[in-house]
């Protein structure tokens, strides 16, 4: 690959990373509010994850960038190489995707346990009704 050629990939590659990422930052905080229920944690962690998302997506990508693919062609390398970024970026997204559902499920489990340990406590400490007694005659 030409140094512009290898310029081209890259620039395309960072941008579908970035656009990917901001989908998943857009869509990942309406979600985490609902699991947190508050705005300032569920923003810090959605920006957490989608620097992670990026990070790990353009190490990766920097890495593809400069391997040699076996195929004739500049064409074929360069659909080969997009076709390697597009499998990289989709299953990072499906990691992020799947740390979210972790994290909601979790929360959700939390509660419903909370929930339960709450009524326990509260039918242990209702006072245990005595039968009436009989009436005497």
């Given at each position: 690959m030409?140094?512009?050629?290898?310029?081209?990939?890259l620039v395309i590659a960072v941008?579908?990373?970035?656009?990917?990422?901001r989908v998943l930052f857009m869509s990942g905080e309406p979600f985490l509010e609902e699991v947190?229920?508050?705005?300032?944690?569920?923003?810090?962690l959605n920006m957490l994850l989608t620097v992670l998302f990026h990070l790990l997506t353009l190490g990766v990508l920097a890495i593809i960038s400069t391997i040699d693919v076996p195929v004739e062609g500049l064409i074929q390398t360069m659909v080969t190489k997009f076709g390697v970024v597009l499998v990289v970026v989709g299953i990072a997204y499906g990691v992020s995707m799947l740390v979210l559902l972790r994290i909601r499920e979790r929360?959700?489990?939390?509660?419903?346990?909370a929930g339960v340990q709450q009524r326990i406590a509260e039918q242990n400490r209702k006072p245990a009704t005595d039968p009436v007694p009989p009436k005497s005659m």
């Open positions: 030409t140094t512009a050629q290898y310029l081209v990939f941008g579908l990373t970035i656009g990917v990422g947190f229920q508050n705005k300032d944690t569920a923003r810090s929360r959700r489990a939390a509660a419903i346990s």
